[in-house]
């Protein structure tokens, strides 16, 4: 079982090899280095790597139902954020960011696009329809440039609703805006991948061996089939802990296997007139979401990338979500005048993103790593370009912090900022911790020093 050639030093991670498969490992204590505590001072032995992930939000929230409110010297989460009361000592909320280039500045209606644009980028995107799009490189995409040369991938992008990229999706801007958070360039968005199996592909799949690749999925086999023999080596040099985390890790590498399976075996038979689902999407929105996440989890686990984006949606989207009998569209709902009843519909909505992003902070806290857990080593950042979805405005984002990162950030508080804080100060806060040596990123004052109390 070879290691990590682009590693320094001894590694405790390894990678399973088999035609058409590369299967990186989840830090396991039996391989070399293994004595090394995660504290060690001893560059040969470094410590677990911090991680970045950025979750968006599309069309804004209820704000007066998700604002958590004082309560004493600590703070009381809103009806919205209640789902979050199990992993709470795991967050951060953050309250007081705004992301002044999402804002007309002269430009217009427009704050859809604008909204997811300048979300990751801090800039202002040029309105226009057509193929001359600019905006700015997002932060995921300048954190990558730091940390893509010690991983598989530099970065995942992943989504759960397809998006044109050209033509007029916003009151003249360019459908690319809307549908897209990470830019690698000031004209090129990074695509992201709507469908499981894709994701999964890219994460665990050897393109350079197309025809492999494609007969393993025709046959319903199992990338675990592939590396089988390579494991077994493997297991006989671990210890019993390390065998069992193993085992572990690679029934759950089956069971994302299967859930991919059975949605792509349910293609066709899903109904969902109110937005575009390709081949391979499961039945249910939550499951697609639960599905995504588990796969950036394991993208995390295993250091195949450090660095992810997921659109929950495009933002302007117009889903419905049966699940939680919301049956009129997302983007309708968020201009409810008022009205009560669609004001508890886009409560219902706010509340049900949160509660699948429990669960996946739930799932990094769970889950091992060193002498702590993933979680630990891990910044997921969750949040919109919009604060109130009927007002348009773009102070007072709606913005949750989860993750240690690697001790250099004391969650379990709320955090207040001075009003009109830039967005892009965490920003800047975050690609220091990743290792890049910036002091300012998009339209910055400085980093936010609070995040450490």
């Given at each position: ?143 990558a440039g730091e940390t893509g040369r010690a991983t598989r991938l530099p970065s ?298």
């Amino acid at each position: 079982m070879p290691t990590d050639p682009k590693r320094p030093g001894p590694s405790r991670r390894g990678v399973l090899r088999g035609l058409g498969v590369t299967l990186a490992l989840p830090m396991l204590e039996s391989l070399p280095g293994a004595r090394a505590v995660a504290a060690s001072a001893n560059p040969i032995f470094p410590a677990p790597p911090v991680r970045m992930a950025m979750v968006f939000i599309p069309n804004g929230v209820n704000y007066a139902a998700w604002n958590p409110a004082i309560e004493g010297a600590s703070y009381a989460l809103s009806q919205t954020l209640e789902p979050l009361a199990p992993v709470r000592q795991h967050l951060s909320v953050i309250r007081g960011l705004a992301l002044a280039k999402a804002r007309a500045n002269g430009d217009g209606p427009g704050d859809h696009a604008r909204s997811a644009a300048s979300f990751l980028t801090g800039r202002q995107a040029r309105k226009t329809a057509g193929n001359d799009i600019r905006n700015g490189v997002s932060v995921d995409q300048v954190a990558a440039g730091e940390t893509g040369r010690a991983t598989r991938l530099p970065s995942i992008e992943l989504g759960c609703e397809q998006g044109p990229s050209a033509g007029n999706c916003d009151s003249g801007y360019s459908c690319a805006y809307s549908s897209n958070i990470s830019w690698r360039a000031d004209d090129a968005p990074m695509p992201k991948i709507v469908d499981p199996g894709a994701a999964f592909e890219r994460l665990f799949g050897d393109a350079r061996d197309a025809a492999t690749q494609q007969a393993r999925l025709s046959r319903r086999q199992s990338i675990l089939d592939f590396v089988r023999d390579d494991s077994a080596r493997l297991a006989s040099r671990l210890g019993a802990s390390d065998r069992r985390k193993l085992d572990q890790f690679q029934t759950s590498v089956r069971e994302i296997e299967l859930r991919i399976q059975r949605a792509r075996d349910d293609a066709g038979t899903i109904k969902a007139p109110d937005y575009p689902a390709p081949a391979g999407i499961p039945e249910t929105f939550s499951q697609h979401i639960d599905l995504h996440y588990d796969l950036l989890l394991l993208a995390f686990q295993t250091d195949t990338t450090r660095i992810g984006t997921y659109m929950l949606g495009n933002d302007g989207s117009n889903r419905t979500f049966p699940e939680i009998s919301v049956k009129e569209g997302h983007h309708h709902l968020s201009h409810h005048q008022n009205n009560a009843e669609m004001i508890e519909q886009i409560r219902r909505i706010d509340r049900f993103y949160v509660d699948r992003f429990a669960r996946f902070v739930s799932r990094l806290a769970s889950t091992p790593e060193g002498g702590g857990t993933l979680l630990d080593n891990c910044m997921v950042m969750y949040g919109g370009g919009i604060s109130d979805g009927n007002r348009h405005n773009h102070e007072d984002l709606p913005i949750i912090l989860a993750g240690r990162a690697g001790g250099t950030i004391d969650p379990g508080r709320l955090i207040d900022c001075p009003k009109d804080t830039p967005l892009c100060n965490l920003y800047v806060s975050m690609l220091q911790r990743m290792g890049c040596g910036v002091t300012e990123f998009g339209d910055s004052t400085g980093g936010l020093p609070s995040l450490h109390a």
